[in-house]
Protein backbone atom coordinates (compact mmCIF):
# COMPACT_ATOMS: atom_id res chain seq x y z
CA UNK A 1 0.00 0.00 0.00
CA UNK A 2 1.69 3.12 -0.85
CA UNK A 3 -0.78 5.62 0.98
CA UNK A 4 -1.42 5.49 4.45
CA UNK A 5 -4.67 3.83 5.40
CA UNK A 6 -7.63 6.00 5.72
CA UNK A 7 -10.56 4.01 5.91
CA UNK A 8 -11.36 0.57 6.91
CA UNK A 9 -12.13 -0.30 3.35
CA UNK A 10 -8.39 0.76 3.19
CA UNK A 11 -7.07 -1.56 5.55
CA UNK A 12 -9.58 -4.04 4.06
CA UNK A 13 -7.86 -3.56 0.26
CA UNK A 14 -4.52 -4.01 1.61
CA UNK A 15 -5.56 -7.20 3.28
CA UNK A 16 -6.80 -8.53 0.32
CA UNK A 17 -3.92 -8.09 -1.49
CA UNK A 18 -1.44 -9.34 0.60
CA UNK A 19 -3.13 -12.52 2.81
CA UNK A 20 -3.50 -16.09 0.62
CA UNK A 21 -6.55 -16.20 -1.01
CA UNK A 22 -8.45 -18.80 1.31
CA UNK A 23 -7.32 -17.07 4.67
CA UNK A 24 -8.73 -13.52 3.55
CA UNK A 25 -11.84 -15.58 1.81
CA UNK A 26 -12.55 -17.48 5.31
CA UNK A 27 -12.59 -14.20 7.02
CA UNK A 28 -14.15 -11.76 4.37
CA UNK A 29 -16.72 -14.40 3.22
CA UNK A 30 -20.50 -14.60 4.61
CA UNK A 31 -23.12 -17.89 4.12
CA UNK A 32 -24.45 -18.43 0.78
CA UNK A 33 -25.65 -15.48 -1.18
CA UNK A 34 -24.36 -13.36 1.59
CA UNK A 35 -27.40 -11.33 2.10
CA UNK A 36 -27.34 -11.05 5.68
CA UNK A 37 -23.26 -9.82 5.29
CA UNK A 38 -24.60 -7.04 2.79
CA UNK A 39 -27.42 -6.13 4.97
CA UNK A 40 -24.98 -5.98 8.17
CA UNK A 41 -23.39 -2.94 6.26
CA UNK A 42 -26.04 -1.27 4.09
CA UNK A 43 -28.55 -1.04 6.99
CA UNK A 44 -26.38 1.49 9.20
CA UNK A 45 -26.67 3.82 6.06
CA UNK A 46 -31.22 3.76 6.34
CA UNK A 47 -30.46 5.72 9.84
CA UNK A 48 -29.71 9.34 9.25
CA UNK A 49 -28.35 11.74 12.46
CA UNK A 50 -29.82 14.93 13.52
CA UNK A 51 -27.23 17.09 15.04
CA UNK A 52 -27.84 19.74 17.75
CA UNK A 53 -25.99 22.93 17.65
CA UNK A 54 -24.71 25.40 20.15
CA UNK A 55 -23.58 22.91 22.26
CA UNK A 56 -20.23 22.84 24.18
CA UNK A 57 -18.53 20.58 22.76
CA UNK A 58 -14.74 21.59 23.96
CA UNK A 59 -14.60 18.71 26.60
CA UNK A 60 -15.78 15.64 25.04
CA UNK A 61 -15.05 12.01 26.33
CA UNK A 62 -15.53 8.87 24.61
CA UNK A 63 -15.05 6.49 27.91
CA UNK A 64 -17.94 4.30 29.08
CA UNK A 65 -18.13 0.95 31.40
CA UNK A 66 -19.13 -2.39 30.59
CA UNK A 67 -20.34 -5.19 33.22
CA UNK A 68 -19.02 -2.07 35.38
CA UNK A 69 -15.73 -2.56 33.93
CA UNK A 70 -14.17 0.55 32.64
CA UNK A 71 -12.89 1.30 29.16
CA UNK A 72 -11.86 4.23 27.26
CA UNK A 73 -14.35 4.28 24.31
CA UNK A 74 -17.56 1.78 23.90
CA UNK A 75 -15.58 0.35 20.64
CA UNK A 76 -14.42 -3.56 21.29
CA UNK A 77 -12.96 -6.60 19.74
CA UNK A 78 -15.47 -9.09 18.60
CA UNK A 79 -13.99 -12.54 19.02
CA UNK A 80 -13.00 -13.85 15.47
CA UNK A 81 -10.89 -16.96 14.67
CA UNK A 82 -7.64 -18.08 13.93
CA UNK A 83 -5.65 -14.58 14.25
CA UNK A 84 -2.55 -16.12 13.38
CA UNK A 85 -4.49 -15.81 9.43
CA UNK A 86 -3.69 -12.71 9.37
CA UNK A 87 -0.21 -11.81 11.38
CA UNK A 88 1.88 -14.33 13.68
CA UNK A 89 1.50 -12.80 16.77
CA UNK A 90 -2.20 -14.01 15.72
CA UNK A 91 -4.28 -13.19 19.40
CA UNK A 92 -1.41 -11.73 21.42
CA UNK A 93 -1.12 -9.05 18.92
CA UNK A 94 -4.72 -8.17 18.96
CA UNK A 95 -5.04 -8.31 22.60
CA UNK A 96 -1.52 -5.88 23.05
CA UNK A 97 -3.35 -3.38 21.20
CA UNK A 98 -6.69 -3.54 23.00
CA UNK A 99 -4.57 -3.44 26.14
CA UNK A 100 -2.52 -0.20 24.75
CA UNK A 101 -5.86 1.06 23.73
CA UNK A 102 -7.84 1.03 26.97
CA UNK A 103 -10.49 -1.22 25.29
CA UNK A 104 -12.18 -4.80 25.99
CA UNK A 105 -10.50 -7.97 23.89
CA UNK A 106 -12.83 -11.05 23.64
CA UNK A 107 -10.63 -13.84 22.39
CA UNK A 108 -12.04 -16.88 20.60
CA UNK A 109 -12.40 -20.41 21.96
CA UNK A 110 -10.59 -20.94 18.08
CA UNK A 111 -7.70 -19.20 19.06
CA UNK A 112 -4.20 -19.89 17.44
CA UNK A 113 -2.71 -19.26 20.96
CA UNK A 114 -4.08 -20.47 24.36
CA UNK A 115 -5.88 -18.49 26.91
CA UNK A 116 -2.82 -18.32 29.00
CA UNK A 117 -0.25 -17.23 26.04
CA UNK A 118 -2.64 -14.22 25.56
CA UNK A 119 -3.34 -13.47 28.90
CA UNK A 120 0.75 -13.31 29.96
CA UNK A 121 1.66 -10.89 26.98
CA UNK A 122 -0.77 -7.83 28.39
CA UNK A 123 -0.83 -6.06 31.49
CA UNK A 124 -3.11 -7.96 34.03
CA UNK A 125 -5.73 -5.46 34.46
CA UNK A 126 -6.11 -5.53 30.90
CA UNK A 127 -10.12 -5.86 30.10
CA UNK A 128 -10.39 -9.92 28.68
CA UNK A 129 -13.37 -12.12 27.66
CA UNK A 130 -13.68 -15.37 26.30
CA UNK A 131 -15.63 -16.30 23.63
CA UNK A 132 -16.95 -20.14 24.67
CA UNK A 133 -18.41 -22.77 22.45
CA UNK A 134 -20.19 -24.96 24.91
CA UNK A 135 -18.81 -28.84 24.24
CA UNK A 136 -21.01 -31.80 24.46
CA UNK A 137 -19.12 -33.13 26.62
CA UNK A 138 -19.24 -31.28 29.85
CA UNK A 139 -15.95 -32.39 31.31
CA UNK A 140 -14.82 -30.47 28.12
CA UNK A 141 -16.69 -27.51 28.75
CA UNK A 142 -15.99 -27.14 32.14
CA UNK A 143 -12.40 -27.25 31.56
CA UNK A 144 -12.34 -24.31 29.19
CA UNK A 145 -13.88 -22.44 31.78
CA UNK A 146 -11.60 -23.14 34.85
CA UNK A 147 -8.89 -22.25 32.32
CA UNK A 148 -10.55 -18.59 31.09
CA UNK A 149 -11.07 -18.23 35.06
CA UNK A 150 -7.18 -19.04 35.72
CA UNK A 151 -6.24 -16.68 32.95
CA UNK A 152 -8.05 -14.05 34.42
CA UNK A 153 -10.56 -13.51 31.92
CA UNK A 154 -13.64 -11.33 33.48
CA UNK A 155 -16.38 -12.82 31.63
CA UNK A 156 -17.54 -15.50 29.14
CA UNK A 157 -19.14 -15.15 26.17
CA UNK A 158 -21.18 -17.83 25.10
CA UNK A 159 -21.75 -18.35 21.38
CA UNK A 160 -25.82 -19.42 20.46
CA UNK A 161 -25.95 -19.43 16.54
CA UNK A 162 -23.52 -21.92 15.32
CA UNK A 163 -25.12 -25.36 16.16
CA UNK A 164 -24.15 -26.40 12.64
CA UNK A 165 -21.78 -24.49 10.33
CA UNK A 166 -23.06 -22.23 7.79
CA UNK A 167 -22.63 -22.59 4.76
CA UNK A 168 -19.43 -20.42 3.60
CA UNK A 169 -18.78 -20.45 -0.29
CA UNK A 170 -15.43 -18.22 -0.51
CA UNK A 171 -14.32 -21.32 1.60
CA UNK A 172 -15.87 -24.58 -0.31
CA UNK A 173 -14.91 -22.84 -3.27
CA UNK A 174 -11.11 -22.41 -1.97
CA UNK A 175 -10.95 -25.34 -0.49
CA UNK A 176 -9.48 -23.59 2.87
CA UNK A 177 -8.31 -25.54 5.86
CA UNK A 178 -6.13 -24.24 8.55
CA UNK A 179 -2.34 -24.48 7.56
CA UNK A 180 -0.29 -27.24 8.84
CA UNK A 181 1.75 -24.83 11.21
CA UNK A 182 -1.51 -23.72 12.75
CA UNK A 183 -3.81 -25.58 15.54
CA UNK A 184 -7.33 -24.61 17.77
CA UNK A 185 -4.47 -23.94 20.83
CA UNK A 186 -7.04 -24.10 23.59
CA UNK A 187 -8.01 -27.80 22.73
CA UNK A 188 -4.86 -30.04 24.20
CA UNK A 189 -5.76 -32.65 21.10
CA UNK A 190 -5.35 -30.34 18.43
CA UNK A 191 -1.52 -29.28 18.83
CA UNK A 192 -0.51 -32.67 17.30
CA UNK A 193 -2.66 -32.27 14.06
CA UNK A 194 -2.09 -30.52 11.37
CA UNK A 195 -5.16 -28.02 11.64
CA UNK A 196 -6.37 -29.62 8.45
CA UNK A 197 -9.82 -30.86 9.98
CA UNK A 198 -10.48 -28.02 12.61
CA UNK A 199 -12.31 -25.63 10.55
CA UNK A 200 -15.26 -28.10 9.25
CA UNK A 201 -15.28 -30.85 12.07
CA UNK A 202 -14.88 -28.29 15.20
CA UNK A 203 -16.78 -28.03 17.91
CA UNK A 204 -20.43 -27.84 17.34
CA UNK A 205 -23.18 -28.71 19.75
CA UNK A 206 -26.53 -29.26 17.66
CA UNK A 207 -28.40 -30.00 21.25
CA UNK A 208 -27.13 -26.82 23.47
CA UNK A 209 -30.60 -25.50 25.34
CA UNK A 210 -30.87 -23.17 28.03
CA UNK A 211 -30.12 -26.19 30.48
CA UNK A 212 -26.55 -25.25 29.11
CA UNK A 213 -26.72 -22.08 30.55
CA UNK A 214 -27.62 -22.86 33.51
CA UNK A 215 -24.97 -25.17 33.76
CA UNK A 216 -22.52 -22.95 33.28
CA UNK A 217 -23.23 -20.74 35.99
CA UNK A 218 -23.30 -23.61 38.26
CA UNK A 219 -19.66 -24.36 37.73
CA UNK A 220 -18.13 -20.30 37.24
CA UNK A 221 -19.46 -17.23 38.69
CA UNK A 222 -17.61 -14.98 35.90
CA UNK A 223 -20.68 -12.96 34.06
CA UNK A 224 -21.91 -14.68 30.95
CA UNK A 225 -22.77 -13.02 28.09
CA UNK A 226 -24.87 -14.63 25.28
CA UNK A 227 -23.70 -13.82 21.79
CA UNK A 228 -26.47 -14.56 18.58
CA UNK A 229 -30.07 -13.26 20.53
CA UNK A 230 -31.63 -12.19 17.68
CA UNK A 231 -35.96 -12.38 19.10
CA UNK A 232 -37.82 -10.93 21.72
CA UNK A 233 -38.35 -13.97 23.28
CA UNK A 234 -35.06 -15.08 23.43
CA UNK A 235 -34.00 -12.00 24.84
CA UNK A 236 -36.79 -12.34 27.61
CA UNK A 237 -35.29 -15.94 27.94
CA UNK A 238 -32.20 -14.74 28.89
CA UNK A 239 -32.89 -12.57 31.21
CA UNK A 240 -34.90 -15.39 33.10
CA UNK A 241 -31.57 -17.13 33.32
CA UNK A 242 -29.52 -14.70 34.49
CA UNK A 243 -27.38 -13.26 31.86
CA UNK A 244 -25.81 -10.12 32.36
CA UNK A 245 -25.05 -9.39 28.99
CA UNK A 246 -26.69 -10.03 25.61
CA UNK A 247 -24.30 -9.26 22.17
CA UNK A 248 -26.80 -8.77 19.24
CA UNK A 249 -24.97 -10.55 16.60
CA UNK A 250 -25.69 -12.81 13.35
CA UNK A 251 -22.49 -14.29 13.26
CA UNK A 252 -20.94 -11.66 10.87
CA UNK A 253 -23.63 -12.76 8.54
CA UNK A 254 -21.72 -16.30 8.39
CA UNK A 255 -24.40 -18.57 9.41
CA UNK A 256 -28.27 -17.85 8.49
CA UNK A 257 -28.72 -16.46 5.45
CA UNK A 258 -31.82 -13.77 4.74
CA UNK A 259 -31.45 -12.34 8.24
CA UNK A 260 -31.84 -8.70 8.95
CA UNK A 261 -29.51 -6.38 9.85
CA UNK A 262 -28.29 -6.69 13.54
CA UNK A 263 -28.91 -2.96 13.61
CA UNK A 264 -32.21 -3.56 12.62
CA UNK A 265 -33.17 -6.01 15.07
CA UNK A 266 -30.99 -4.30 18.09
CA UNK A 267 -34.57 -1.82 18.90
CA UNK A 268 -36.57 -5.10 19.21
CA UNK A 269 -33.80 -6.33 21.66
CA UNK A 270 -33.21 -2.76 23.50
CA UNK A 271 -37.13 -2.81 24.54
CA UNK A 272 -36.93 -6.61 25.47
CA UNK A 273 -34.47 -5.99 28.45
CA UNK A 274 -35.88 -2.69 29.30
CA UNK A 275 -35.90 -2.14 33.13
CA UNK A 276 -33.84 -5.18 33.61
CA UNK A 277 -29.73 -5.05 34.53
CA UNK A 278 -29.19 -6.88 31.31
CA UNK A 279 -26.38 -4.77 28.95
CA UNK A 280 -27.14 -4.46 25.22
CA UNK A 281 -24.74 -5.13 22.65
CA UNK A 282 -24.33 -4.90 19.03
CA UNK A 283 -21.70 -6.13 16.33
CA UNK A 284 -21.57 -6.88 12.41
CA UNK A 285 -21.13 -3.92 9.45
CA UNK A 286 -19.41 -1.42 11.75
CA UNK A 287 -17.16 0.41 9.69
CA UNK A 288 -17.18 3.77 10.82
CA UNK A 289 -17.67 6.24 14.30
CA UNK A 290 -21.23 7.66 12.87
CA UNK A 291 -21.91 3.64 12.60
CA UNK A 292 -20.81 3.20 16.23
CA UNK A 293 -22.92 6.43 17.23
CA UNK A 294 -26.41 5.11 15.88
CA UNK A 295 -25.36 1.86 17.58
CA UNK A 296 -25.39 3.47 21.16
CA UNK A 297 -28.20 6.01 20.19
CA UNK A 298 -30.63 2.89 19.60
CA UNK A 299 -29.76 1.95 22.80
CA UNK A 300 -26.43 -0.43 22.61
CA UNK A 301 -24.01 0.03 25.58
CA UNK A 302 -20.91 -0.76 23.48
CA UNK A 303 -20.04 -2.10 20.35
CA UNK A 304 -17.51 -5.19 18.98
CA UNK A 305 -16.14 -5.19 15.82
CA UNK A 306 -14.66 -8.24 13.92
CA UNK A 307 -13.50 -7.94 10.34
CA UNK A 308 -11.88 -4.67 10.47
CA UNK A 309 -9.28 -5.75 13.24
CA UNK A 310 -8.52 -8.46 11.01
CA UNK A 311 -7.42 -6.10 8.11
CA UNK A 312 -5.24 -4.35 10.85
CA UNK A 313 -3.58 -7.34 11.96
CA UNK A 314 -2.49 -8.07 8.23
CA UNK A 315 -1.98 -4.78 8.01
CA UNK A 316 0.93 -4.23 10.96
CA UNK A 317 0.22 -6.40 13.47
CA UNK A 318 -0.47 -5.22 17.12
CA UNK A 319 -0.18 -1.55 15.42
CA UNK A 320 -2.23 -2.41 12.58
CA UNK A 321 -5.07 -3.25 15.14
CA UNK A 322 -4.19 -0.40 17.23
CA UNK A 323 -4.73 1.82 13.59
CA UNK A 324 -8.21 0.44 13.49
CA UNK A 325 -9.08 1.38 17.05
CA UNK A 326 -7.43 4.65 17.28
CA UNK A 327 -9.34 5.54 13.80
CA UNK A 328 -12.54 4.06 14.32
CA UNK A 329 -12.55 6.43 18.28
CA UNK A 330 -11.27 9.37 16.50
CA UNK A 331 -14.45 9.24 13.95
CA UNK A 332 -16.95 8.26 17.04
CA UNK A 333 -15.52 11.37 19.31
CA UNK A 334 -15.71 13.73 15.92
CA UNK A 335 -19.32 12.09 15.11
CA UNK A 336 -20.05 13.19 18.94
CA UNK A 337 -19.05 16.09 18.79
CA UNK A 338 -20.10 17.52 15.52
CA UNK A 339 -23.52 15.96 16.61
CA UNK A 340 -23.49 18.19 19.77
CA UNK A 341 -22.91 15.42 22.44
CA UNK A 342 -20.02 15.66 25.34
CA UNK A 343 -20.21 12.17 26.75
CA UNK A 344 -21.73 8.82 25.54
CA UNK A 345 -24.52 9.05 28.07
CA UNK A 346 -26.03 11.91 26.25
CA UNK A 347 -26.06 9.76 23.00
CA UNK A 348 -29.82 9.10 22.66
CA UNK A 349 -32.81 7.89 20.09
CA UNK A 350 -33.38 12.00 19.62
CA UNK A 351 -30.06 11.82 17.36
CA UNK A 352 -31.39 9.64 14.66
CA UNK A 353 -34.35 9.17 12.52
CA UNK A 354 -35.22 6.69 9.52
CA UNK A 355 -33.80 8.07 6.17
CA UNK A 356 -37.72 7.62 4.84
CA UNK A 357 -38.83 10.21 7.50
CA UNK A 358 -36.83 12.83 5.17
CA UNK A 359 -38.17 11.41 1.48
CA UNK A 360 -39.56 14.41 0.19
CA UNK A 361 -43.23 13.04 -0.66
CA UNK A 362 -43.08 13.86 3.10
CA UNK A 363 -41.41 16.82 3.83
CA UNK A 364 -42.99 18.68 0.83
CA UNK A 365 -46.36 17.54 2.30
CA UNK A 366 -45.66 19.89 5.26
CA UNK A 367 -45.11 23.14 3.31
Avoid at 325 to 353: H, P
Wanted: hydrophobic share 40%; proline share 4%; with cysteine.
Amino acid sequence: MNNIPATIADFEEYARRTMSPGAFGFYIGGADSEVTLRRNLEAYNNLLLRPKVMVDVENVTVATTILGEKISSPICVAPTAYHALAHHDGEKATAKACASVGTCFCQSTNSNFTMEQVASSVPKEALRWFQIYVQEEEDVTRKLVKDCEKAGFKALVVTLDRPRLGKRLHVLRSGFTLPKHLSRANFQEDKENDGSDSYYHGEMYPGMTWKDIKFLKSITKLPIVVKGIFREEDAKLAIQHGVNGIIVSNHGGRQLDSCPATIEILPEIIAACKGSQTEVYVDGGIRTGVDVFKALAIGAQAVFIGRPVLWGLAYQGENGVKQVLNMLNYDFRLAMTLAGCVNVQEIDKSFIAPAERYSFSRTLARL
